[in-house]
């Protein structure tokens, strides 16, 4: 029944954050309606709404599901925005993951389930 989620996070700036997820993160700007924005890559959506408190976004977080995480890693180190302990490794959890901070301070971590062969 479930098909998808989209997470809705805290943008401080539009402008900026419009900046961030598609020169950084390699989003696509899909809208922006009076600074809430919405973006997509692949089969992933993120919303954002315009927050003015900074504590706000920087607690807040979510987790995408991905494929091919060594290549969407290598994609992104080089632009110096993985989180300094959020560095690509397997978790306990049987997920290989890292963590990118956006502009905002949302933590973004992005997961890939490690094959029990």
Known sequence: MLQSAAPILASLNADETIAFYTNKLGFTLDANWDGYIIFSRDNIGIHLWPCDNKEIA?????????????KLYAEL????IIHTNGLLKEMPWNMKQFSVLDNNGNLINFGQRI???
Do not use: F, L, Q
């Open 115 to 117: 094959s029990e062969d």
């Open 58 to 70: 920087e607690n807040t977080a979510c987790y995408i599901y991905v494929t091919e995480i060594e």
């Open 77 to 80: 180190e080089p632009r110096c």
